[in-house]
T-cell receptor, first 115, second 114 residues
Framework: KAGVTQTPRYLIKTRGQQVTLSCSPI?????VSWYQQTPGQGLQFLFE???????NKGNFPGRFSGRQFSNSRSEMNVSTLELGDSALYLC??????????????FGPGTRLTVL | AQKVTQAQTEISVVEKEDVTLDCVYE???????LFWYKQPPSGELVFLIR??????QNEISGRYSWNFQKSTSSFNFTITASQVVDSAVYFC???????????FGSGTRLLVRP
């Protein structure tokens, strides 16, 4: 079974630009979560989608948004990039059917650098 | 409020030594789930174990073992006979019953020297 895939793996952008990251979950998984990892703040939850609906949202500004498609693939978008958005963005997928079954399996991440 | 504390920032051991990584958590929920993940230099978080709050049995998987104690709100992870390939950052995480998000600790960087 293929794991979680994320594209692109590396991105370099400049301040003020916007970026879209993509995540394809494990086949059969319907929940996708996004996390931001920085040296200063560690791993922080961004949002979680299940069946194209956002179920949970972390404490991030509105510049961070996401969506999920009918095939469970998810994208996250960051607009008006700031230097502080430089981070490793990790996507995780899970079955999502019930909380007890919710081991989250992570992808390799997208490393975003904002110059 | 929910919180996970990993007080050990970095641990360095010599190969074949045993090492314990500490994790202390805070939650008001009576039902919750605890996790350990390993993050090698490649960056991907690798799932190691999940423990439910209502199951306090300790678990052993090969060289890995986990000690869950609700009385002290701790979920410690021990690697016996450590190997160089165990070098990584290890994260403890908490998920409350009402939420789908993981609350991570700050991680412990383990360096196993040959």
């Amino acid at each position: 079974k293929a794991g979680v895939t994320q594209t692109p793996r590396y991105l370099i952008k400049t301040r003020g630009q916007q970026v879209t990251l993509s995540c394809s979950p494990i086949s059969g998984h319907r929940s996708v979560s996004w996390y931001q990892q920085t040296p200063g703040q560690g791993l922080q939850f961004l949002f979680e989608y299940f069946s194209e609906t956002q179920r949970n949202k972390g404490n991030f500004p509105g510049r961070f948004s996401g969506r999920q498609f009918s095939n469970s693939r998810s994208e996250m978008n960051v607009s008006t990039l700031e230097l502080g958005d430089s981070a490793l963005y990790l996507c995780a997928s899970s079955l999502g059917a019930g909380l007890e079954l919710n081991e989250q399996f992570f992808g390799p991440g997208t490393r975003l650098t904002v110059l | 409020a929910q919180k996970v504390t990993q007080a050990q920032t970095e641990i360095s051991v010599v190969e074949k030594e045993d090492v314990t990584l500490d994790c202390v958590y805070e939650t008001r929920d009576t039902t919750y789930y605890l996790f350990w993940y390993k993050q090698p230099p490649s960056g991907e978080l690798v799932f190691l174990i999940r423990r439910n709050s209502f199951d306090e049995q300790n678990e052993i998987s090969g060289r890995y073992s986990w000690n869950f104690q609700k009385s002290t709100s701790s979920f410690n992870f021990t690697i016996t006979a450590s190997q160089v390939v165990d070098s990584a950052v290890y994260f403890c995480a908490l998920r409350e019953d009402s939420s789908y998000k993981l609350i991570f600790g700050s991680g412990t960087r383990l360096l196993v020297r040959p």
